[in-house]
Structure formats: structure tokens, C-alpha cells
């Protein structure tokens, strides 16, 4: 009997509809631009029939170019604009947050901040095959930008990249919700009349933290209260505030399994390059204890995780999978009296992260 050659399909014989399906169901949420690029390097085939400009991968599709100023009596205008930040495993594992300035161009920017990157560590691959590195991603963030009629970017006088700003998506509704410099929080609807609308202008009440939560967004104020937003803007109560009202500065971050960690940074003013500077001093942590609807203090943080404190976002990283095996169980977070450096803090036993204590190292952070 004669013996036959089997070959084997390629990928490049693909159908094209099971292609778009596949491309399609990358988008649940944790997909983005990297994950479309991954899937386009497979092959030549696949290269060409996948466009990069896919609106499925980009929220910001949902909302207009330019959105109105927070008062209609301006002439400006605001710019929503995404950064994501990826956790890449190549030759070691690196902490990488990219802006997509054109479809499938990037701009590396410092982790804790937007500012842009112009030089890389010496040991960052110079080429990565995404066929081979592991990436993925750790957290979106958005902020707005001030920009004149005319639709061009103002400098970063008046920028609101330090207030927080979510984008949030549910049954085909989005909207944008952001704190105002002023410590209120505001919203806007897509396909509505897109103005910006209060939710709670409350003379007593600052708020200074927000983040996305499945498809909810949490809200803390500077005493700690800490509410709970669903897309149609209902409201619920999550936690009372601090005793005393805390520290000078509340960040909410979100570890692995949905547990939700409220961050108190406590700060003195500083001299730095030719001016004062707000710099931390330490840091207590509390972890979310919904039921009770209360803020539990942690002592110390696992040695298997690691949070990162940004001015857009906060996040949290597993330092012992892939690679990360130190810098667990601290707070990272851009220290202004190193010239802007990042450092990281341990607990002292008893739940305070004191800056005066050893740096914990940042040996695989890139920044």
C-alpha cells in the first residue's frame, strides 16, 4: 500500500470569517492594541487581513475627538487620551506603560506619570517577538488634556492629567467619569448631548481617587468614604471614612481576586528643584471590608505582591510568577525629593511604610 503525505493546515489557510471572529472576541475588556498586534504576527496572511485602526480594541472610539470643557463658557476643549501599562516577560520581566500615539505606534512613558520616555534601560530588549514574550496587561488609565478651539494640545499648565479619569462600558452604554481639579466628580455620556454633568457638588465633599471596577467605578474622598457608581450612575456606600479622616492622599488600587486596597499617603513639603514639592513621608494601608462597609488596616502586604502609587492610576503586580522575585510585600511610588525617582517602601511590621526605612529596590521595575 502506498504510503501517503499528511500536511498539516497552515495558519495563513485560515477562513477569513473565523479570522474576524477570532479578532472579534478579543475584545472582552482585557484586550487591547498589544493583543492585536500578537495576533497579526502569526502570519503574513493574517498581517494584511486584520486592519490595526480596529475601533473594537479602543474605547476612546466611543467618544468624539474633542470633548466640551467642564464649563461651556470656555472656548476649549478636552482630549481623552489611553495609556496602558503591560507586564512583558521576554529575557526578564519588565513593568512597560505604553501610549498609542497612531495605529500600532507606541510611546513609552515613566510609569508613574505620563511623562514621555526617551531612553531605555541598557539591559531592555531591543526587539521583542511577540510570539514568544509573554504580555500582559496590568491596568488602563485615561486622563484629559486641555486643548484651545482650534483642537491643538496647550502645555501642561493646563493639563488635568493628575486628576483621575475612568472610562466605563456596559450594554453598549459609555460614558467618561473624572475628578475635576476642584475635587468633584463629574460625568459625560457618549451619544448624548456630551456635557459634562455633576454628580455630587456637595460643598464638604473632595474627592480624590476613582477607579474602574468591573464594569463599576469606585470613588473615594479625602476622609476615606468610599462609594461605589454603577454605568447608569446609581449609587451605593462601600466604607466609611478613616478615623480623623487619615493622611493627605487616598489611592484605591484593585489586587489580584477583586480584593480593593485603599492606599493613605501622608506627605511634608519639600525643597526641590527651585521649588516646594509635596513628597511622602509613609504610607498605611487598609483593605476593603465591604459587608461591614469599613476599612481594615494591613500590617504588612504579602511578599508575593507588590502595589505601584501613579498620578493616573494605581495597580498591583505579583513579584514572585514570571519572573518577579523581588520588591514584594512594598509600595512603590515617584519619590519627588530623589528628583522625581521611583523608590519603594516596606511596612515596619505595624502597618505604617515608613520612607525613612530601606529602599526596597526597584532592580526590575524599568523606571
Known sequence: MESSLLLLPQWSDLPLDLLELISDRLNDGSSDTVHLLRLRSVCA????SLPLSNKNYNPLSKFPPLLPFWSSSSSGFFILKQSSVYKLEASQSWLVKLQETSPGTMRVLDLFSN????FLPESFPENINL???HVRLVRRAYRVEYANKGGG????????????????????HSAVMAIHSGGKLGFLKSGDDERWRILDNSWNVTYEDIMTYGENCIVVDDKGKTVIYDVEFRISDLAEGL?????HKKHLVECYGGEVLLVDKYVKHVW???????SAVEFRVYKL???????????ELGRDVALFIGEDSSFSVETIDGGLATGGGCIFYRDYRDGGRSRGVYSDGDGVFNVELKDAGKSWVSY
Open 272 to 278: 526641590c528643584k527651585s521649588e516646594f514639592s509635596k
Open 153 to 172: 494640545e496647550m502645555s501642561s499648565f493646563w493639563s488635568l492629567s493628575s486628576d483621575k479619569v475612568v472610562v466605563l462600558s456596559s450594554r453598549g
Open 243 to 247: 478615623p480623623g479622616g487619615g493622611g
Open 45 to 48: 496572511t493574517w498581517r494584511h
Open 115 to 118: 511623562d514621555r520616555l526617551c
Open 289 to 299: 471590608k465591604r459587608e461591614e462597609k469599613r476599612w481594615e488596616k494591613v500590617r
Open 131 to 133: 510570539q514568544e514574550a
